[in-house]
């Protein structure tokens, strides 16, 4: 059986490397990666390859950056003659950026067969291309594999058979489970490298509502400048966001402790955040990561793709304004008590294990 593994971004590469490695076990699998090359640059993706042991691809795309349709349809071009050269029994994408839609389509085009790993998240705002991705990507797959139970009475919700959909798990957190001992093993060199005395907050903010107009962005900067005079606050800053800020010649003020970092390596954010005293973000893999971990979440957007983290996690929603995010941190901080470490349904580490046995056995979850 020849798989192919189309990835471009990276969210889709700690989703991607366990079903790799998963799928290595398997007799008779042939596994190959296609990286679109949506994200492009070392930090947001070679590094990510490296650290979690991705095989390297065996094609590189080289699409790179553009308007939401010029990259969807750089990936759909440049995907035919993979498709047609390789002719694969199934193809599996991850996610819902602009790759994973892109390629399920130029796969579904050709009558090959599609696997949704992560089907089923809806966000109801379909003013995010994610959510467009989503819709699309689960009405052409054939395999639907979801990560939550709220994820398949979406699924069901919409009309799609049941007999497609299989309730696997969080592969996200395969991920997470095996890298933790290495990530927090570098702690204190960590510690030291960023510099670390005491509490402190993580940050990263990307998406376009958060970070395309300039008066939004500033007033959640301040915000988080002002935080930084009570705390440390650790700043991953995503390409996009830091372009954005030289655009508008915004430079946090250095007034507290709001530190800049370029994007972090999966390795130093995990286990960053993992002893964080919260993690405020915009970011869909960090609401699940963090929830896993018992560290409180705060998440700048009107909702989300992943309620499961709200309901049963460590995530809380917030307006996202500067005072939302200052109103909503305080809050988290100056809580008391101990911190409960949530167990949601199948986030297990056996995720991709599950996964392989579908895609291989025609299993039933
Ligand atoms: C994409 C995903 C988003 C995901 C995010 C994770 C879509 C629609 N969006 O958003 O869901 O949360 O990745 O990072 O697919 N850039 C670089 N170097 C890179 C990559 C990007 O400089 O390696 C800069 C470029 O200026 C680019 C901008 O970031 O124009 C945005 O990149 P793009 O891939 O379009 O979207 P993301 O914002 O990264």
Not at 220 to 232: A, D
Not at 237 to 249: A, C, G, S
Request: include cysteine; proline fraction near 6%; charged fraction near 25%.
């Amino acid at each position: 059986m020849k798989i192919i593994s189309v990835v471009g971004t990276r969210p889709n590469f700690m989703k991607l490397a366990p079903v790799a490695r998963e799928l290595e076990t398997r007799p008779g699998v042939e596994h190959i990666i296609v990286h679109t090359g949506q994200h492009y640059d070392a930090d947001m993706s070679d590094d990510f390859f490296d650290e979690l042991d991705i095989p390297s691809p065996s094609y590189e795309l080289g699409v790179g950056s553009g308007t939401h349709t010029e990259v969807t349809a750089a990936v759909m071009s440049r995907l035919e003659p993979v498709f047609a050269f390789e002719r694969p029994d199934l193809v599996i994408v991850y996610g819902d950026v602009n790759s994973t839609m892109a390629a399920a389509m130029a796969a579904a085009q050709r009558g090959i067969r599609v696997a949704h790993v992560e089907a089923g998240l809806r966000s109801r705002d379909r003013t995010m291309p994610e959510e467009l991705n989503r819709l699309v990507t689960d009405h052409i797959a054939d395999l639907l594999l979801a990560p939550s139970a709220d994820a398949v009475a979406n699924l069901a919700a919409e009309g799609i058979d049941r007999d497609k959909v299989h309730f696997v798990g969080n592969v996200m957190i395969d991920s997470l489970v095996r890298a933790l001992p290495r990530a927090r093993g570098g702690r204190d060199d960590r510690g030291r490298r960023f510099n670390v005395d005491g509490p402190y907050v993580v940050t990263t903010l990307h998406r376009p509502s958060n970070v395309d107009d300039p008066e939004h962005l500033r007033d959640l900067l301040v915000s988080l400048e002002e935080l930084s005079r009570e705390t440390t606050v650790l700043f991953s800053m995503h390409p996009r966001t830091k372009r954005r800020l030289e655009e508008m010649q915004l430079k946090p003020n250095g007034g507290g402790a709001l530190r800049v970092l370029d994007p972090l390596g999966y390795l130093d954010m995990l286990g960053l955040v993992s002893s964080a005293s919260l993690v405020i973000t915009d970011s869909g893999g960090l609401q699940e990561e963090t929830s896993f971990l018992g560290v409180p979440c705060i998440t700048v957007r009107p909702n989300t793709e992943r309620p499961i983290t709200c309901s049963e996690g460590t995530n809380e929603l917030v307006s996202p304004t500067g005072a939302g995010v200052l109103g909503g941190a305080r809050k988290v901080l100056n809580r008391k008590g101990p911190r409960v470490r949530p167990v949601i349904e199948r986030w297990d580490g056996h995720a991709a294990e599950r996964i392989a046995d579908v895609v291989c056995d025609g299993a039933r979850f």
